[in-house]
Structure formats: C-alpha cells, structure tokens
C-alpha cells in the first residue's frame, strides 16, 4: 500500500507561486508514477495537470496544455516526495489539487484519474484576482 500526503496549498493572489508537496511513505517510493491532479468544484471531475514517471522510466514529466510553462513537477526519491512548483497562477487554477500514484501507467492514461491506484487527501488552492 502507497500512502500519499499533499501539502503547501493556500491562497495566493493572481500571478504568484506556490509550491505543493506530495509525500509517500510504505511501498518503493521510485517505483511509481506521480500525478497531480485538481478537482475545481465539487462533482466535477478530476482533471490531469502534471505527472513525473518513476525511475524505471526516467523521471520523464507531461503537463497539461493549460498549466504548460508555469507549472514545474519534480521529484527527490531519496525524500519520497514529488513537488509542483505553479507559477503565475490564475484565479482559475483555483482548485483542490491531489497527488495521485500508480505502477507504470500507460503514456495514454497519464491524465486519467481512475487509472491512478492511490490517492492523498488533497490540498486546497485559491487563487484571488
């Protein structure tokens, strides 16, 4: 079993940063794919925003068009932490975001939450204009 805790969210005004912070703890932290994902109201569906692959893949990162160029996902196994630096954030950004692990998902699911198996909590950010 993944255990994943998010945290770092808040409220940021309109074109300021924040960084979030997923943290694992009880299986091969490495082994697994990491996602971020944000649920904007509730009922609504979850949607992809950025993913870093484990280390048999390289750490490769995929980010949605719409955070492209503001977002920044990383990872430090030795800390089983994935991070995700948003920049320039927008008052639509506003969200829950939630940090998402699976064993080698498919480049095709990537943004699909049901294929993800382990899911945080979520962490709250709110973006003011």
């Known amino acids: 079993q993944l255990q994943l805790v998010e945290s770092g969210g808040g409220q940021v005004q309109s074109g300021g940063s924040l960084t979030l912070s997923c943290t694992g703890s009880g299986l091969r932290f490495d082994y697994y794919d990491i996602g971020w994902f944000r649920r904007q109201a509730p009922g609504k569906e979850r949607e992809g925003v950025s993913c870093v692959m484990s280390s048999i893949n390289n750490g490769a990162t995929y980010y949605a068009e719409i955070v492209k160029g503001r977002f920044t996902i990383s990872r430090d196994n030795a800390k089983n932490t994935v991070y995700l630096q948003m920049n320039i954030l927008k008052p639509q950004d506003t969200a829950v975001y939630y940090c998402?692990?699976?064993?080698?998902?498919?480049?095709?699911?990537?943004?699909?939450?049901?294929?993800?198996?382990?899911w945080g909590q979520g962490t709250p950010v709110t973006v003011s204009s």
């Open positions: 998402a692990g699976v064993s080698q998902i498919r480049a095709d699911d990537i943004g699909t939450a049901r294929r993800y198996d382990y």
